[in-house]
T-cell receptor, first 118, second 114 residues
Framework: AQKVTQAQTEISVVEKEDVTLDCVYE???????LFWYKQPPSGELVFLIR??????QNEISGRYSWNFQKSTSSFNFTITASQVVDSAVYFC???????????????FGGGTRLMVKP | DGGITQSPKYLFRKEGQNVTLSCEQN?????MYWYRQDPGQGLRLIYY???????QKGDIAEGYSVSREKKESFPLTVTSAQKNPTAFYLC?????????????FGNGTRLTVT
C-alpha cells in the first residue's frame, strides 16, 4: 500500500531564512507521481508541482525548489528566503499509475504547517 | 474565471440530520473528488467520479453518498450514519482521472454537527 510521511508537523522560521519540508513515500509501483500542494489559511489547496518517478531532475521555480531522490524515497521541498506569505500548510501526495484509469487516487501526507515570522 | 465553487463555507447541523454539500466546477474537468480533512491530518478520499452517472468509493465512504448527474456538479450528502461528521470537506476536480492529473480544489466547507 502507498504511504506518504511528513515527519515535521510544524516549522517556525523567521523571514528570509531558508526552510526545507521533508516528504518520504512508500510505494511498490515503479511508475508513480509525486505532488506538493499549499493550503493557505483560506482553505483551498493550491497545486505547486508534479514529478513522475522517471524524472529525478531537481526543479527550481523562483524561491521554491524540489529535490527528488528515489534512492531514499524522498521528495523534499525547499523555500529560499522565506516570506510571511509562505505561511501555510504544505502537503506532499503520491499517486500510483498501476491502474491509470481508476481515478487519481492521491495519498496525502499529514501536512507540515509552516509559520514564517516577520 | 474558471474554478470550483463549494457552498456554503460554514454549515451547522444537528445530529441525526442529513446534510448536502454543494460542489460546482466550470473547468470542464471530467473527474471530481470529495476529500475530508480533520485537524492536523492529511486529506482522505471519500468518493470520486470520472464520468457523469458513475462514481466510486474512496477510503472512507461509509456514511456518505454522492451523485453525478451533470459534469459540472458533484454534491456530497453526509448522512446520519456517519459517526463523526464534523470536519472540513474539500471538493476537487481534474482534467482526467489519470494518476498524473493535478487536482484543483475548492475553498472547502466546514461542517459542524452538534
Amino acid at each position: 500500500a502507498q504511504k506518504v510521511t511528513q515527519a515535521q508537523t510544524e516549522i517556525s522560521v523567521v523571514e528570509k531564512e531558508d526552510v526545507t519540508l521533508d516528504c518520504v513515500y512508500e510505494t511498490r509501483d515503479t511508475t508513480y507521481y509525486l505532488f506538493w500542494y499549499k493550503q493557505p489559511p483560506s482553505g483551498e489547496l493550491v497545486f505547486l508541482i508534479r514529478r513522475n518517478s522517471f524524472d529525478e531532475q531537481n526543479e527550481i521555480s523562483g524561491r521554491y525548489s524540489w529535490n527528488f531522490q528515489k534512492s531514499t524515497s524522498s521528495f523534499n521541498f525547499t523555500i529560499t528566503a522565506s516570506q510571511v506569505v509562505d505561511s501555510a500548510v504544505y502537503f506532499c501526495a503520491l499517486s500510483e499509475a498501476k491502474d491509470n484509469n481508476a481515478g487519481n487516487m492521491l495519498t496525502f501526507g499529514g501536512g507540515t504547517r509552516l509559520m514564517v515570522k516577520p | 474565471d474558471g474554478g470550483i465553487t463549494q457552498s456554503p463555507k460554514y454549515l451547522f447541523r444537528k445530529e441525526g440530520q442529513n446534510v448536502t454539500l454543494s460542489c460546482e466546477q466550470n473547468l470542464n474537468h471530467d473527474a471530481m473528488y470529495w476529500y475530508r480533512q480533520d485537524p492536523g491530518q492529511g486529506l482522505r478520499l471519500i468518493y470520486y467520479s470520472q464520468i457523469v452517472n458513475d462514481f466510486q468509493k474512496g477510503d472512507i465512504a461509509e456514511g456518505y453518498s454522492v451523485s453525478r448527474e451533470k459534469k459540472e456538479s458533484f454534491p456530497l450528502t453526509v448522512t446520519s450514519a456517519q459517526k463523526n461528521p464534523t470536519a472540513f470537506y474539500l471538493c476537487a476536480s481534474s482534467i482526467s482521472g489519470t494518476a498524473n492529473s493535478p487536482l484543483h480544489f475548492g475553498n472547502g466547507t466546514r461542517l459542524t454537527v452538534t
